[in-house]
């Protein structure tokens, strides 16, 4: 399944990479650009409807028992990542003052951690995968609350997010959501037995709303204000602060007295950030020409994160402790 998983990233790399220079070649205008606008729109929808008919609330409610493990994990994505982002922000913006890259660095740290990845990474390192589930889960039902007032206070100072911004957001993504979860019980069970066509629903609506994003931004002039060094640059920002969020939760875990299964779960959630959120998320909070500038560094983090989490999960399922004791 885990091996599956990788080849299935790699795929999606390249289809993601794809969908960039397809925008870049022949982005979407006039008519076409509302039209896919609307459809962008429809899959939002029915994203974020599936993930709260996937969320099983008895699994959240069992999970909670383990709260200092899913309050480290949600201080290290809500409280941990928006601090680094703070500090980094001036060498974002010195490194392209007119490409919002301190915005889109900003914004990254806001989201939520990703679910499916984690999940499937801490099962890979033999970590603890129930706890695993309860606190990616927990970060992305209590995200689509915080992220948003977490990018109204940290990117205001960029003019880049206005309230009504959120509010919209809110009715977008939070609705259909909560009717998911309303209707989980009638209709849980048939997302559970048709997760291989509904994950071609996942990766097609970010590919669409990549697409959409990118081809207003290629229309704005993004590729006359983004070098390949820039880009290099913004590359070796994200490299460092995902390994910086990766030594803090792993000290995190060991300073707590958690045991190995625990702090792998608290490494692998608390140091993810989810693009199935982010870019919908991102569709609605800024103007259509700077959302593909502000995901760049975001797309760019999810990369980073699966291929080095990948080689790390691989290192912790070689140990030999006994994963049940403390170090």
């Known amino acids: 399944m885990i091996a599956t998983l990788l080849r299935t990233v790699d795929r999606f790399t390249l289809l993601l990479l794809a969908t960039v220079a397809f925008a870049s070649l022949l982005p979407a205008r006039a008519q076409f650009a509302a039209i896919v606008d609307i459809v962008a729109d429809v899959f939002i929808f029915a994203l974020f409807f599936l993930h709260g008919a996937k969320l099983q609330r008895a699994a959240v409610i069992e999970g909670l028992l383990h709260w200092r493990l899913h309050l480290t994990v949600l201080l290290a994505s809500f409280a941990l990542f928006p601090l680094l982002s703070l500090a980094m922000n001036p060498l974002a913006d010195l490194l392209a003052p007119g490409a919002a890259f301190g915005a889109g660095l900003l914004y990254l740290c806001c989201l939520p951690s990703t679910v499916q ?103 704005g002039g993004i590729w006359s204000r983004v070098s390949a060094p ?78 080095v989490c990948a080689v790390l999960a691989r290192r912790y399922a070689a140990r030999q402790d006994d994963l049940n004791q403390p170090a």
């Open 117 to 219: 990845s984690s999940i499937a990474f801490v099962s890979l390192a033999r970590g603890n995968v129930a706890a695993a589930i309860c606190a990616a889960s927990a970060s992305n039902l209590l995200g689509i609350f915080i992220t948003p007032l977490l990018v109204g206070v940290l990117l205001s100072t960029h003019g880049a997010v206005s309230l009504s911004a959120i509010g919209t957001l809110v009715t977008q993504l939070l609705l259909p959501f909560v009717l998911g979860q309303a209707l989980q019980k009638r209709v849980g069970g048939w997302v559970a037995a048709n997760k291989a066509w509904l994950a071609v629903v996942d990766r097609g609506a970010i590919l669409l709303m990549v697409y959409s994003a990118f081809s207003a931004a290629v229309l």
């Open 230 to 307: 820039q880009l290099a640059g913004l590359l070796l920002l994200c490299a460092n602060l995902l390994a910086a969020v990766l030594i803090a939760t792993s000290l995190a875990g060991r300073l707590l007295g958690f045991p190995v299964a625990d702090r792998i779960t608290i490494v692998f959630c608390g140091s993810k950030k989810s693009l199935v959120t982010g870019v919908p998320m991102a569709s609605v909070l800024f103007p259509a020409a700077a959302a593909g500038t502000i995901v760049l560094p975001l797309m760019i983090f999810h990369q980073l994160q699966l291929i």
